[in-house]
Structure formats: structure tokens, C-alpha cells
């Protein structure tokens, strides 16, 4: 017993260290001010401030949108992947991307999307005449998609090829047209698959910061760029913990909401 | 058949979408210009202001001894916490460690970041290189133990339960049977851990405080200035890197399931004699 305690002791001062101190601060500091004071201040400001609840509303907004658009795009491309032959092949190709450095994926778009930039020139090719994408609410939600869809694609991936063929086959001896059975047998079967996606793309969505900065040029702020602000820019960290609390209890309430199965893999940066 | 047309033209324009941007960049490292719209001519100009600029050569340094030595921190703390799970007697004891090693892996990047940066000033712990390291040890060992912890639990429960009944002590039967046995888990472990590290933008931009900078977060600091193509050149040579890591996995997972694969062999020929 006393053997067991001592090789355990890195990982629980890791937990008491890094996992439960960092929580307790955060929660802990969000009830003080910017001159060092103990007050309720920041909650009352945040609830009662409409610059604060609109911000929220928008993040959830834009996390909501970027989410749905790249479940859109994926649940069509796993589906088809699926039939491929060397489908893991292919799996192994939508995952490469992921693993290129966030910033230069980002940091491609600036060009790409510049006024005389190729997205531009595609433009004015079909004569659609050249327009300002960059810090667009457009483009910060099209390179938020762009970055998260292999992470939506791998789980809805997964749940489709666990799904047994003969519940398809039955399906269609049992008389229902395709449709039918995307509708009531597959689509059903692989919503596992499609709330971990959900999971893996909406919390880190309400807190991406680098791309509002680079590709939306701060027109669009999230509940991530807030709190960046408040604690490396203005200085005002009580306020900026108070936005993470609320943005820790979304998460919750995210997680509630798509319960019944963790998310592989996890984290995305 | 038209179907069939439509469905592969639909995956080749994800994957076209997927690629572009990657190889829009590595496109333009090669231009003798200095922007990323207009190709005026093939040069290796840009690889070669690279490897001069001598601060992007100790960023890139810094990067990588972050990388390996949280990486590696991280494998034994996170093996050591996988093994304390596992020997958990009661479920509650568990749950609870799991519940908490998780926490971090599903924490928003920019909580981590900020919650840690409160935790270094609380403490008085100045920001830079121990920062960083602490901070991408602290949200690598989840990641390990989530790797080791499945290949403790496939571990037979009666192979321990040998090893004692032969005599091994409690050290003899962690070196010489659970150890080898969850090998395959570790180094996925260190693999995954070693990759995010590499990657972390977020907690490291809270945590770096002044003077010392990571890859990523220099690449955020010059993209916010413009296009420079320097960072296309390092791009290019990140993606190259990128793609052997990918191989390097891929051949990691096929050796592993080979060597379980043979494991698995070896036993049931064991059973049958």
C-alpha cells in the first residue's frame, strides 16, 4: 500500500496542481475587480451590461453555425467514404490535414482570400467581379469549418462502419426505399457519431480566438477572443475569469446536452 | 452510374478544398516575389532567408526541446497515472480519477491558458521556458493516460495473477509483464503527446510571457503583420515533417497490431498444446 502511494504522487499533484488549482483560481478570481477588490461586480456587469449578453449570443450564434455547416459538409463525405475501397486510405488523408500546424492552415487563408488573391481572381475569371473576403463574418466562418471538418468527418466515420450491413439489408427486404432507410436506420444509428462530432467542434468553436484575429479582423468576438482580451490586453483579469466561468458552464451544458458517448481522440487545439 | 459520378466529384472537391490551402502555400515559398497573389518566378530565395534568420532557428529549437521534453515528462507521469487507475480498488475512486484526468482534455484551450497563467502569477512563477514546459507537460498526460489506460485493461488479469503465484515481487511483475505488455500504449502515448505539444497554440500564447516565443506563436505574430514568405518556406519544410510523423504513426500502429497480433497467435498456440 504504501509502495502504490509513492509512485502516484506525480500524477495526483498533477491533478492537484494543474487540473483542480487552475479551476478553483479561475473561479476564484472572477469574483475580483480590477483594482484587486472581492465583488460580485463582474457577474452583475456581464449579466447586466448588453455588450456582454450580445457577445455571448453571437458566439453561440457563430459556434452554431460553423458546427451545423461543417455537419453538412462531412455526414455526406463519411457516407461516401465509406463505400470507397482502401477506405482507411482515405480516412488517413482527411486526418492529414489536422496534422499541419493550425496557424499556417490560418495563416494560408490570408493569402487566398487577399484582393488580389486566387479566391479573387477565380472571381473575376467568371465574372463575378473581385469583393472584400477577408475579415468577413463569412470568411472567419468558412475557415473555422475548414479547420474543424476533419473532426466531425472521423466520428460520424467511425459510427458508419460499425454499423452492420444486415441492418440495411433488412431495412430493404422489409420494403423501405432508400431514403427511408437513411432516415430510420442509419441516420439514427450513427447519431452517437454525430454528437461527439458536435461536442468536438462546438466547444472549441466558442473559444477559438487566433482565427477572429487573423482571418476576421476582430469584427466577429467570440466568448474566446473576450477572454483573450481581458486577460492579455486590458489587463482585466477578474472580468476575463468571469467569461470563462460562463464559457466552462456552457461547456457543461454542451456536454450535457450530447451526452452518452465521450469524445474520442478528444481536444482539439 | 451518374450517381456514382456525382458522389466522387463531391469527395474530390472536399478533398480539393482540404488540400488547396496546404499547397497554395508551399507554392508560393517558391516565389522569387515577396507576395503570396502574384507568381513571379521560381527561387529558392525564401528557403534561404529561412536558415539564416538565426531567431527562427532557436524558435524552431525551443519548439522541439518543448515538444520532446514535456513529451517525455508527461509518458512517465501519465503511465505512472494509468497504472494508479487501473489498481483503483473501488469504482468511485475511478471514476473520480478519470473524471478529473478528462477535464483537461475537454477544457476549452483558452481556459487552460488563462486559468494557468493565473496559477504561474499566483504562485510568482515567472513566464518563459518553465512555464511552457509545465504547461504542455500538464495537458500532454491526460492524453497518455488515455492511450496506456486500454492496454492495462486488456492486459489478462490472470497474467498478473501468474506472475505473482510464481514469485515475482510487485516490481519484478511491473518490469518484466504489465510493463512489456502496454509498450505499444506508451509510445502512442508519447507520439500523441510529442504531436500536441508541436501543435499547441492557445495555452502556450497565455503562458510565454515575454522573450520566449514557440513556433506557432511566432507564426501568429508575423501572420498578423502580413504575408511574409519566409513563413511559407517554413511551411513547407512543417509539412514534410508533418507527413513523416503521419507515416511514422501509421507504421507504429501496424507494428503494434502485428507484435498483438503475434502475441495473440503465440498465447492461443500455448492453450492448444
Do not use: C
Not at chain 2, 12 to 34: E, K, Q, R, T
Not at chain 2, 194 to 205: E, G, K, N, Q, R
Not at chain 2, 207 to 228: C, H, K, P, W
Not at chain 2, 258 to 266: E, F, G, T
Amino acid at each position: 500500500m504504501h509502495k502504490k502511494a509513492t509512485y502516484l504522487i506525480p500524477y495526483l499533484l498533477w491533478i492537484g496542481l494543474f487540473v483542480i488549482a487552475p479551476m478553483a483560481l479561475i473561479v476564484y478570481q472572477s469574483f475580483f475587480n480590477i483594482t484587486g477588490h472581492f465583488t460580485l461586480g463582474n457577474y452583475e456587469q456581464y449579466l447586466t451590461n448588453g455588450v456582454y449578453l450580445k457577445m455571448t449570443f453571437n458566439s453561440i450564434l457563430y459556434a452554431l453555425i460553423i458546427t451545423l455547416s461543417t455537419l453538412l459538409i462531412s455526414y455526406p463525405t463519411a457516407l461516401l467514404l465509406n463505400r470507397l475501397k482502401n477506405k482507411q486510405l482515405w480516412l488517413l488523408l482527411i486526418i492529414l490535414p489536422t496534422w499541419i500546424n493550425l496557424l499556417l492552415k490560418t495563416y494560408a487563408f490570408i493569402g487566398l482570400f487577399s484582393q488580389n488573391g486566387s479566391v479573387n481572381d477565380f472571381l473575376r475569371f467568371v465574372g463575378l467581379g473581385s469583393h472584400q473576403i477577408l475579415f468577413t463574418d463569412a470568411s472567419f466562418i468558412f475557415v473555422a469549418a475548414y479547420i474543424e471538418i476533419p473532426f466531425m468527418i472521423l466520428p460520424i466515420f467511425n459510427s458508419l462502419a460499425e454499423l452492420k450491413p444486415s441492418m440495411i439489408n433488412a431495412s430493404r427486404d422489409l420494403g423501405a426505399n432508400s431514403w427511408q432507410t437513411f432516415r430510420r436506420v442509419i441516420l439514427p444509428l450513427t447519431m452517437p457519431g454525430v454528437k461527439a462530432g458536435f461536442q468536438a467542434i462546438f466547444i472549441p468553436s466558442l473559444s477559438l480566438f487566433m482565427i477572429t484575429r487573423l482571418i476576421g479582423g476582430n469584427r466577429v468576438i467570440t466568448l474566446g477572443t473576450a477572454i483573450e482580451e481581458h486577460f492579455l490586453v486590458t489587463q482585466n483579469w477578474g472580468m476575463g475569469s468571469t467569461i470563462g466561468v460562463i464559457l466552462i458552464l456552457a461547456m457543461f451544458v454542451v456536454m450535457y446536452l450530447t451526452r452518452d458517448r465521450k469524445v474520442k481522440g478528444g481536444r482539439i487545439r | 452510374m451518374k450517381k456514382w459520378r456525382i458522389s466522387n466529384l463531391y469527395l474530390a472537391l472536399v478533398f480539393i478544398v482540404l488540400y488547396l490551402p496546404i499547397f497554395y502555400l508551399i507554392f508560393y515559398s517558391f516565389n522569387v516575389g515577396d507576395t503570396m497573389d502574384h507568381f513571379s518566378g521560381f527561387s529558392w530565395r525564401h528557403y534561404a532567408t529561412l536558415l539564416s534568420d538565426s531567431r527562427m532557428i532557436s524558435i524552431v529549437l525551443n519548439t522541439l526541446i518543448i515538444a520532446l521534453l514535456s513529451s517525455l515528462i508527461a509518458t512517465i507521469v501519465g503511465t505512472m497515472g494509468a497504472l494508479g487507475i487501473y489498481s483503483a480498488k473501488k469504482a468511485t475512486v475511478k471514476n473520480g480519477l478519470l473524471s478529473l484526468n478528462n477535464v483537461l482534455m475537454v477544457s476549452p484551450d483558452v481556459i487552460i491558458g488563462a486559468s494557468f497563467l493565473i496559477f504561474f502569477t499566483f504562485l510568482g512563477f515567472s513566464l518563459g521556458f518553465g512555464s511552457v514546459l509545465l504547461s504542455h507537460i500538464a495537458f500532454s498526460i491526460p492524453i497518455v493516460v488515455l492511450m496506456v489506460l486500454p492496454k492495462i485493461n486488456e492486459l489478462p488479469k490472470t497474467m498478473v495473477d501468474a506472475a505473482y503465484d510464481l514469485g515475482a515481487s510487485s516490481w519484478q511483475t511491473l518490469t518484466k509483464v504489465i510493463l512489456p505488455a502496454i509498450t505499444p500504449g506508451i509510445f502512442a502515448g508519447y507520439f500523441m503527446a510529442f504531436t500536441y505539444s508541436l501543435d499547441d497554440f492557445a495555452v502556450t500564447f497565455f503562458v510565454t510571457g515575454n522573450g520566449f516565443s514557440t513556433l506557432s506563436v511566432e507564426i501568429y505574430s508575423r501572420a498578423r503583420q502580413g504575408v511574409d514568405l519566409e513563413v511559407n518556406a517554413l511551411s513547407t519544410l512543417m509539412f514534410i515533417v508533418s507527413l513523416l510523423l503521419v507515416v511514422g504513426y501509421y507504421l507504429l500502429g501496424r507494428y503494434n497490431q502485428n507484435r498483438r497480433l503475434q502475441r495473440v497467435k503465440a498465447a492461443e498456440a500455448k492453450i492448444n498444446q
